[in-house]
């Protein structure tokens, strides 16, 4: 039997940081860190847990553009339990595949 695990992913991430994103939320209001991002969804860190097949609005504002898409939660679990917080890191599939606005960053980033 084979127990090999095959790539999931539908397509290539990029880390958020070279991508310069300012700000991110899930609507309704939860604000969550960007860790990657692709052309299909992106893998976010919240203070709240998000629920599996969950509808959402996903808004990302970065330096030089801005994408706002429905997307739907595919998987949240906790990641770090402390003190006085418990931080969630999940994933979130875009309803539409965001291409257009893929290729200027993915161009910077790969020039870098």
Known sequence: MDDTVGERRAARRL???????????????????????STNGAQVQSERPLRPGSRIHVRIAARHWTLAVAADVV???????????????GAVRFEEECTALWEEPAVAVSRA
């Open 15 to 37: 880390p958020a940081t070279p991508l310069e994103i300012e700000r991110a939320t899930l609507r309704p209001g939860c604000l969550v860190a960007i860790l990657d991002l």
């Open 75 to 89: 998987r949240c679990s906790v990641w770090i339990v402390q003190a006085d917080a418990v931080i969630y890191r």
